[in-house]
T-cell receptor, first 110, second 115 residues
Framework: EDQVTQSPEALRLQEGESSSLNCSYT??????LFWYRQDPGKGPEFLFT???AGEEKEKERLKATLTKKESFLHITAPKPEDSATYLC???????????FGKGTKLTVNP | SAVISQKPSRDICQRGTSLTIQCQVD?????MFWYRQQPGQSLTLIAT?????????ESGFVIDKFPISRPNLTFSTLTVSNMSPEDSSIYLC????????????FGPGTRLLVL
């Protein structure tokens, strides 16, 4: 059974304080690993898809990396507007079904 | 990407009643999905809704409780039947835009509170 575990559950940073969020996964035949951002009262917003170990993708202050067992979302010099819950999901085994972790709630204080 | 809307955005319902949630997409899509997001829990897939066929339900979800319609390639409904307080949750629809797109895109969600 596919599983996704995210850590930490919550993270508080000062503005400009870089850090990383972790997503550990087990999946049969990885099709893709996905990162989403979710603001309160809204649906998840797509950030990245990673397909194979060693792949990296960047968007503004965010950089996602992938190994065979985990993914990291690195946040460089975060700003208060980066505050949100970050969700990690995987799909595998030829299915489009997404299996999500519980998310990491990030708070960036000014 | 796609523009996805859901109705209602939120509702408060009495136990024992049913609520139908609508999901509208601005383009034709083959695959639509319905998820539930309970407080403190991960998004959980309820079912996959393909146009022209019956929905495929995940383990723990049944058609009698969560009937789904998919009358065309831009629209789907999810009904939460005979509701109890345990059904209080956020319900989200998502779409898969096909093999050329990278992932599923989500609607804004419907916040349901059952009293």
């Amino acid at each position: 059974e596919d599983q996704v575990t995210q850590s930490p559950e919550a993270l508080r940073l000062q503005e400009g304080e870089s850090s990383s969020l972790n997503c550990s996964y087990t999946v049969s035949g990885l099709r893709g690993l996905f990162w989403y951002r979710q603001d309160p009262g809204k649906g998840p917003e797509f950030l990245f898809t990673l397909y194979s170990a060693g792949e990296e993708k960047e968007k503004e202050r965010l950089k996602a990396t992938l190994t065979k067992k985990e993914s990291f979302l690195h946040i460089t010099a975060p700003k208060p507007e980066d505050s949100a819950t970050y969700l990690c999901a995987v799909s595998g085994g030829g299915s489009e079904k997404l299996v999500f972790g519980k998310g990491t709630k990030l708070t960036v204080n000014p | 990407s796609a523009v996805i809307s859901q109705k209602p955005s939120r509702d408060i319902c009495q136990r024992g009643t049913s609520l139908t949630i609508q999901c509208q997409v601005d383009s034709q899509v083959t695959m639509m999905f319905w998820y539930r997001q309970q407080p403190g829990q991960s998004l959980t897939l309820i079912a996959t809704a393909n146009q022209g066929s019956e929905a495929t339900y995940e383990s723990g979800f049944v058609i009698d409780k969560f009937p789904i319609s998919r009358p065309n390639l831009t629209f789907s409904t999810l009904t939460v039947s005979n509701m109890s307080p345990e059904d209080s949750s956020i319900y989200l629809c998502s779409v898969d835009l096909g093999p050329d797109q990278e992932t599923q895109y989500f609607g804004p969600g419907t916040r349901l509170l059952v009293l």
